[in-house]
């Protein structure tokens, strides 16, 4: 079991910068897939950002080249950083872990971030 708490949300025009942070609730030793999903209203949940145990990270198009996902494991935290935000990129951003022999996807409760045009 473990808890993800979401923060660094909030309002920001166009152009402009967030951090989200995805602080776990204990020592992760070892992951399967870490990562972000967002969900706008009206609109089913996708894939923003991951990354794997075996090193690999993935990012949905229309984020590439402003978002990067980055952990600090000293920290137990995950972070998003997304840079030249668009108004499409309003919606509530869920952090996700899955964990071995786990049969269950762990989420936060979400953070939500709204771009002013």
């Known amino acids: 079991q473990v808890q993800l708490v979401e923060s660094g949300g909030g309002l920001v025009q166009a152009g402009g910068s967030l951090r989200l942070s995805c602080a776990a609730s204990?020592?992760?030793?070892?992951?399967?897939?870490m990562g972000w999903y967002r969900q706008a209203p009206g609109s089913q949940r996708e894939s923003v950002a991951a990354f794997t145990s075996v090193g690999t990270t993935n990012y949905a198009d229309s984020v590439k080249g402003r978002f990067a996902i980055s952990g600090d494991n000293a920290k137990n935290t995950v972070y998003l950083q997304m840079n030249s935000l668009k108004p499409e990129d309003t919606a509530v951003y869920y952090c996700?872990?899955?964990?071995?022999?786990?049969?269950?996807?762990?989420w936060g409760q979400g953070t939500q971030v709204t771009v002013s045009s």
């Open positions: 996700y872990i899955d964990l071995p022999l786990s049969t269950r996807r762990f």
């Open positions: 204990r020592t992760i030793f070892r992951f399967n897939e």
